[in-house]
Structure formats: structure tokens, C-alpha cells
T-cell receptor, first 113, second 114 residues
């Protein structure tokens, strides 16, 4: 079945720096890749997503890139702020097209003021 | 964005009892909902896909007789944890899709089994 690997597990950056989180997936037919932000004890919030027919998508300080050949996708956060501190999860929709999501292990991002 | 609610937000039950968790899509209809479980400091693990009007599809390793799922309407899915044990204590989160791909999550239910 589909497997999603996420790195790093923890990431600490200074306020204003950039943060990059990387994921790889196993099912080459996966076609939808969302990123979620989860604060402690709360629900995951969709922050950006990308579909397999697009290589890059940007929304203000957040961008996602997709390399279908390498089966990699990455989250880029620029000009980080303390409120960006949270756990970030990548996910992928496997080829079964049931809509289910397979999640990566998560990255705890700490932005130091 | 789409709104998904869950009830209760937290529940404490005794070992051996059953607990029902509700997931509702408030402003859209959802033929499919998903149930996840999340242990502390871990990722979300998909338990099952809830299909309106038909049987749920369970992921490998998830006991369907222990985690009963009912999706009786286009806005409500329920998860019943039967004969709960302390190892079932976890954060249970549902999600639903208003469109073909985007999923929105409920606020989660913290289950503690004593």
C-alpha cells in the first residue's frame, strides 16, 4: 500500500528564516498532496495542497513543490513567525482513488523569536 | 471552508463499556467520511472509510467488530468503540470531503478508558 515518509521529524529555525519539510511517497499513481498544520490538541488544518498535474503552488509565505518523477513533494515556509510553530503533516491520496489520505509522520516546527 | 463537527469533544469511560462518537458535516453533504486515530506525538492513522448507505471499509489491522461505523445519512457518521480497553485511549478524528479531494477534519474526540 501507499507509504509516505516525512523529514525531518523536528525543525527549529529563527524567526524570519525559511523552513523546508520534505516528503516522499511510494504510489506513483498518487494524485493529490495536501499539507496540514496541527496545533496541540486541535484538528489538522489544511494549509496548502497540490495536484499531480502541477509542479508548484504558492500562497503568500507558503509554497509546495512536487517532483513526480522522484515522488517527492516539499513544503516551504518563508519569513517564519512564532505562530508558525506547530506540527506539520504531509499526506498523499493513493491510486485507489477512494479519497483516503495517507499521512507522513509529522514535523514539529519551532520558530524561535 | 467546510465545517465538520464531532461530539463529544472528550469522554472518559470504564473498561468494558462502549462509547459512541458522532461526526457531522454541517454545511455540506458527505457520502464519504473518514475516521482516524492519533496517539500522542504521533501521526494520524486511517482506521476506516465510512460510506453512506453501505458498509464501512476498514484498514488492515483495524478490528471491524470493535470499531463499529454507521453512516446513516449524508451528514452523520458514528464510530462506536465497543468493549473499550485502556489501549483504546486515543484522539479520534473524523474528516469529510465537500469536493473530490479536499478533506476537512472535525475537532477530534479525546477518549480515555479507565
Amino acid at each position: 500500500g501507499e507509504n509516505v515518509e516525512q523529514h525531518p521529524s523536528t525543525l527549529s529555525v529563527q524567526e524570519g528564516d525559511s523552513a523546508v519539510i520534505k516528503c516522499t511517497y511510494s504510489d506513483s499513481a498518487s494524485n493529490y498532496f495536501p499539507w496540514y498544520k496541527q496545533e496541540l490538541g486541535k484538528r489538522p488544518q489544511l494549509i496548502i495542497d497540490i495536484r499531480s498535474n502541477v509542479g508548484e503552488k504558492k500562497d503568500q509565505r507558503i509554497a509546495v513543490t512536487l517532483n513526480k518523477t522522484a515522488k517527492h513533494f516539499s513544503l516551504h515556509i518563508t519569513e517564519t513567525q512564532p505562530e508558525d510553530s506547530a506540527v506539520y503533516f504531509c499526506a498523499a491520496t493513493p491510486s485507489s482513488n477512494t479519497g483516503k489520505l495517507i499521512f507522513g509522520q509529522g514535523t514539529t516546527l519551532q520558530v524561535k523569536p | 471552508g467546510a465545517v465538520v463537527s464531532q461530539h463529544p469533544s472528550w469522554v472518559i469511560c470504564k473498561s468494558g463499556t462502549s462509547v459512541k462518537i458522532e461526526c457531522r458535516s454541517l454545511d455540506f453533504q458527505a457520502t464519504t467520511m473518514f475516521w482516524y486515530r492519533q496517539f500522542p506525538k504521533q501521526s494520524l492513522m486511517l482506521m476506516a472509510t465510512s460510506n453512506e448507505g453501505s458498509k464501512a471499509t476498514y484498514e488492515q489491522g483495524v478490528e471491524k467488530d470493535k470499531f463499529l461505523i454507521n453512516h446513516a445519512s449524508l451528514t452523520l457518521s458514528t464510530l462506536t468503540v465497543t468493549s473499550a480497553h485502556p489501549e483504546d485511549s486515543s484522539f479520534y478524528i473524523c474528516s469529510a470531503r465537500p469536493s473530490a479531494a479536499e478533506q476537512y477534519f472535525g475537532p477530534g474526540t479525546r477518549l480515555t478508558v479507565t
